[in-house]
Each structure stands twice: as structure tokens, then as C-alpha cells.
């Protein structure tokens, strides 16, 4: 009999414009016994996502609200600490969906083995996971950069979009990058080898500040922010330009703005295309094959922010939406 405990994050309260730590609680429950054929998993890296702020409303999307009272779900990666599974051993690593705790139970049909003999788990929740397969779709099969081309990238050192800018990158295109800090900013013109990066926050007329970037125009917006960045990526557009709608995080608590400009979409023949990774699993084997290479050449590198401690997982959420990230934000159990 295991007498340990597990500990899970649920949602107390559903929030109102953005949540408060108040709106989460930690709760203390056994550590769930599995039945037969069933493995028992203990989650160690805990994968916190802005989409789960839509999840946390009561609104209808491409996936269902969480409920009240029950642990939350997301991104996790774990180790099988008992099998009654045929395919899985203790000490496997598997990628699950049933974060925000640490004990759960599978049947064995959820969860995926990760191979971590030459990457560490918790890469499977950032560049070999879902965010580096949208940065991958979406900037290869919708944006179709081409070399010599200019491609503009917004929350561009976060988990997405710091592979976007490295995945462009190796597809010879120029590259600029917005972020909100002079951290990230180095981090992107140094590290990850951008050409030219902005802080947003620092400046006064975004649109103009694109611009004197962008002296040749923008082939290909990589949009993770909308708003005033959606707006000034319109504006310095070529004709035929192609928006990858990936994601738009200053809307996720209700907001509403811009962009005023969507009219020079007609004139500048512009493509705005959003998606949803969810809907291109196909995609799998060839985005694991290339990232994989790619790791090993060394030309996509990473860098993760990673929160201690199930408890503090709210915080990290929160951290999402104050940028308290450069790469991955992960909570490690
Ligand atoms: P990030 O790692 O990029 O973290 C979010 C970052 O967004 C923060 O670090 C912050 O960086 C920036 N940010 C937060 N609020 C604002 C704001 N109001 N204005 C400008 N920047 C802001 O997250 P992900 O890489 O996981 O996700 C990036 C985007 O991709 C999100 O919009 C997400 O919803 C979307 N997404 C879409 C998917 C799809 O299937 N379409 C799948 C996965 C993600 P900074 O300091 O630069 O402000």
C-alpha cells in the first residue's frame, strides 16, 4: 500500500479579465492506487501554456472549460514508478496530458514514451514538444519562408517563437524579433543569432520602431501577440504577405484591440491564417526528424525557465502573461 501523498492544482474560482493566485488552490489527496493493466506515473516537469487562461472562463472554444474543483490538465512529463502495462516499464519516461498534479493514473493509451537518451525529458514540452511543432507548422506550412526573405516574429524569445526565429533562420531568411525585456533581447541577437530584436516596452510607436527595421518590408509576420503588434506588422506588409496567426496573448483576458489597419490586407493582397497545432498530428514524424537533426547540428539551442515546486505552479502561469519567461516556462515537481 502507498501511503505517500499526491498534490494537485485545481481551479477554484473561475477568473475575472486576468486570474489571481487567489483563484487556484492546492489541494492533498492519496496517491490513486492503479487497477490492473494500468500504470501509476509521477509527474516531474509540469508544462504551463497561455492557451489554458481560455480554458479557465466559461466560453466556448476549441476545447472544453476546465471544471471547478478538479485538477487542472495540461503538458507533463513523468516517470512510471508502477506498471501493470505490457508497453511500459518503471523508470520509462512518458509524455502525458494530466498535469497540474503529481500522481496520476493512465491506462496506458494517453500517454507517449519519450526517448531521453539525447535530449532531456522536459524537452518534449518545448522545442520537441507542442510548442516547437507550432513554431514548425506554422512558420513552414503557412508562413513558406523563402531565403533572402524578412520574417518578424512577436513574443519572439518565448517557447514558439524562439524556434520560429531559429527555424527561419536555417531557412536564410532575416529575422526580426520583439520581446519585453533586455534580457531577452540580448539573449535573441547573441544567443539564438537573430538580426535585430526590439523591447517592446520600450518604445513609444511600435509600428514606426518595425519599420526602421524592416527597411525592405516583411514577408512573413509570425503573430504569438496580436494587438498593436498585429497592427504594426500590417503595416510595413509586402503585397503578398503571408500572417501566421498562431497566437494572441494581450487578448487572452478580454481585451480588444486593433488591428485599425486590416484594410491594407485588400490592397497589400495579404494572407492571414490562423491555426491550431492540435489539428496536424500527421506532422509528427517529419517535425521530429528535422528538430531532432537540427538539435544535434546545433542549430536550434533553448533556454527553459523553470519554476520549483507544484505549489508554485499558478505563479508560473501568471508569469506567462508578465513575461517572466525567456523560453519555456516549465514547473519542475
Ligand atoms: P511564451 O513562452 O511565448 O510566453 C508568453 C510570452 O508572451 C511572455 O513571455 C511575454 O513575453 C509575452 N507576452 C505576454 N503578454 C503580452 C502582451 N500583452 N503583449 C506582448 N507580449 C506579451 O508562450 P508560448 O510560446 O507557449 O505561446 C506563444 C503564443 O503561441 C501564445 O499566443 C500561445 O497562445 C500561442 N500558441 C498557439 C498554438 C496554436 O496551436 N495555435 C499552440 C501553442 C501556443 P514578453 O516579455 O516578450 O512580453
Redesign the pocket.
Known amino acids: 500500500m502507498n501511503r505517500r501523498m499526491n498534490h494537485e492544482v485545481r481551479l477554484k474560482y473561475r477568473p475575472i479579465g486576468m486570474p489571481k493566485e487567489s483563484d487556484f488552490e492546492i489541494a492533498e489527496t492519496a496517491v490513486p492506487e492503479p487497477g490492473e493493466g494500468e500504470v501509476l506515473v509521477r509527474n516531474i516537469f509540469l508544462s504551463v501554456?497561455?492557451?489554458m487562461l481560455g480554458r479557465m472562463y466559461e466560453r466556448k472554444s476549441y476545447v472544453p472549460p476546465f471544471a471547478l474543483g478538479k485538477p487542472l490538465d495540461g503538458g507533463c512529463v513523468g516517470e512510471v514508478v508502477q506498471s501493470g502495462h505490457e508497453k511500459y516499464r518503471t523508470g520509462d519516461y512518458v509524455l502525458g496530458s494530466k498535469g497540474w498534479r503529481e500522481y496520476y493514473v493512465s491506462e496506458g493509451s494517453e500517454i507517449t514514451k519519450i526517448d531521453t537518451s539525447a535530449v532531456p525529458a522536459e524537452t518534449y514540452l518545448g522545442v520537441m514538444g507542442?510548442?516547437g511543432m507550432?513554431a514548425y507548422y506554422g512558420l513552414l506550412h503557412i508562413g513558406q519562408p523563402r531565403e533572402g526573405q524578412t520574417v518578424f516574429v512577436?513574443?519572439a524569445?518565448?517557447?514558439?517563437?524562439s524556434v520560429v526565429c531559429q527555424i527561419a533562420k536555417i531557412k536564410g531568411c532575416r529575422i526580426l524579433g520583439?520581446?519585453?525585456?533586455d534580457e531577452?533581447i540580448r539573449w535573441l541577437t547573441e544567443e539564438a543569432g537573430i538580426d535585430a530584436a526590439i523591447n517592446?516596452k520600450k518604445t513609444d510607436d511600435l509600428t514606426a520602431e518595425v519599420g526602421s527595421h524592416c527597411p525592405d518590408g516583411i514577408d512573413i509576420y509570425f503573430d504569438?501577440?496580436g494587438?498593436t503588434?498585429l497592427e504594426a506588422a500590417i503595416e510595413h506588409m509586402n503585397n503578398n504577405g503571408r500572417l501566421v496567426l498562431?497566437?494572441?496573448?494581450?487578448q487572452y483576458a478580454g481585451q480588444r484591440s486593433g488591428p485599425r489597419n486590416i484594410f491594407l490586407a485588400v490592397s497589400k493582397r495579404l494572407l492571414l491564417q490562423g491555426?491550431?497545432?492540435?489539428d496536424h498530428q500527421d506532422i509528427r514524424g517529419q517535425f521530429y526528424k528535422d528538430m531532432g537533426r537540427w538539435i544535434t547540428e546545433g542549430r536550434i539551442r533553448w533556454k527553459d525557465t523553470v519554476v520549483e515546486g507544484i505549489e508554485n505552479a499558478p505563479a508560473a502561469f501568471l508569469g506567462?502573461?508578465?513575461?517572466?519567461?525567456v523560453?519555456?516556462?516549465l514547473v519542475k515537481v
Do not use: E, Q, W
Open positions: 501554456d497561455p492557451y507542442m510548442p507550432t512577436s513574443a524569445s518565448g517557447a514558439v517563437g520583439s520581446a519585453g525585456s531577452k517592446y504569438n501577440v494587438g503588434h498562431c497566437g494572441m496573448i494581450s491555426f491550431i497545432i492540435r506567462l502573461f508578465s513575461g517572466d519567461n523560453g519555456k516556462m
